[in-house]
């Protein structure tokens, strides 16, 4: 157990991932300051809102100076956060406030708050700012490594959410259907669809909850996972607290993704202008720089991809995890490990999308101007 404990300690993994969660996770401080800001201000001013103090001895701003003072603060917090300006600081800060609101009045209650304040106190624990912060700019853009607890605590949270939501949802009203239907967008026909949309609902959290963990099933948790955020503010009235929750848990997405800095290569057709396009392209996605690019004109990148040049020359080649990847796959393949493309990519290998993909990437590779310079 002591070892265990020790080798997940000592761990560490590479800051950018890191960065893109405390980005995600700043954005969700600044929705929340601007609800908060509102909340408060409706708590003093509007009649018909009922205050609902948590605890007598927690004060709550009272005057439209403190209400601005404090919202201001927690905007600050979150948008320092954001661009890594002194991040363990403002994390701290931000959680602290957070936590003072949760304990104010139950009226500035949520899950998503309580959810947000935990991944604040992680951040406040890690070196957030080693990337994509004003501190990585200023120290020359090095990249590093930062320890893994905190961002493997973060992930069984996130575990421990979905688990744990699911089990809640075990109960005759909800598997009845009621709950979704009294919340659920009126369309025509959706009504019918409420009990079946809550058992879905079930199955997907409880799913999300461990195959986020296994690496075959990871890719289709993610596609779980984003359809299932994407369909909430869809089906049901989009709300303040469903835009911080679905930036929370997007951004804990990021950090399962196994992308280890210069971990794949990727070989393409270097005499090729067209193929010289769709790589500058795929560089500017590939944030947590996972790829190498290289050139089917170096011979040691075609043996490391185990490819031979006109192999190269005729589809983009990836290789990663132990095998190699060509035309359309390969193209899916460097998708699935950018922050962009990572939560929908795995649905490409879906029929039929599958075959049409292939077929395009064929038509086209076949109709391109291979000899032209790239730019």
């Not at 949760?102 to 106190?121: C, R």
């Not at 700012?129 to 992930?155: M, T």
């Not at 997907?204 to 461990?210: Q, R, T």
Request: with cysteine.
């Amino acid at each position: 157990m002591l070892a265990l404990l020790t080798r997940v300690l000592a761990a560490r993994r590479p800051a950018r991932q890191v960065a893109l969660f405390r980005i995600s996770v700043g954005l969700a401080v600044v929705v929340r300051g601007l609800k908060t800001a509102r909340d408060l201000y409706l708590l003093q001013y509007d009649p018909f809102v009922v205050p609902a103090p948590l605890y007598d001895w927690a004060p709550r701003p009272q005057t439209l100076p403190a209400i601005a003072l404090l919202a201001g603060t927690s905007l600050l917090a979150g948008a320092t956060l954001t661009v890594g300006w002194h991040a363990r600081l403002s994390a701290f800060v931000a959680c602290v406030l957070s936590t003072w609101l949760h304990l104010t009045d139950q009226n500035l209650w949520g899950h998503h708050v309580y959810f947000m304040t935990l991944m604040l106190l992680l951040l406040s624990m890690t070196d957030s700012d080693a990337s994509l912060s004003v501190r990585w700019i200023r120290e020359g853009r090095r990249e590093r490594e930062v320890p893994s607890w905190p961002v493997w605590l973060a992930q069984v949270q996130l575990s421990l959410v979905y688990f744990f939501t699911a089990v809640a949802k075990l109960n005759p009203t909800f598997l009845s259907g009621e709950v979704m239907r009294s919340r659920i967008v009126t369309w025509p026909g959706m009504s019918s669809l409420a009990q079946p949309l809550s058992i879905v609902a079930i199955a997907a959290e409880f799913f999300l909850a461990f195959a986020l963990w296994n690496r075959r099933l990871r890719p289709w948790a993610l596609v779980v996972g984003f359809l299932m955020h994407g369909l909430i503010p869809i089906l049901l009235t989009p709300y303040a607290g469903l835009i911080v929750f679905t930036l929370l848990v997007f951004g804990v997405y990021v950090l399962f993704l196994d992308a280890m800095p210069q971990s794949r290569l990727v070989v393409w057709d270097d005499t090729c202008g067209f193929c010289g396009h769709t790589i500058a392209w795929l560089r500017r996605l590939d944030w947590l720089a996972v790829h190498r690019f290289e050139g089917s004109s170096r011979p040691e990148a075609l043996a490391e991809a185990g490819v031979s040049a006109v192999e190269a020359a005729d589809e983009i080649k990836v290789r990663a995890d132990g095998r190699t990847s060509g035309g359309f796959d390969a193209i899916c393949r460097i998708l699935e490990v950018t922050p962009v493309a990572f939560l929908w990519a795995p649905a490409l290998a879906l029929p039929p999308m599958a075959q049409l993909g292939r077929a395009a990437y064929r038509h086209v590779a076949d109709r391109r101007h291979c000899r032209l310079p790239p730019r």
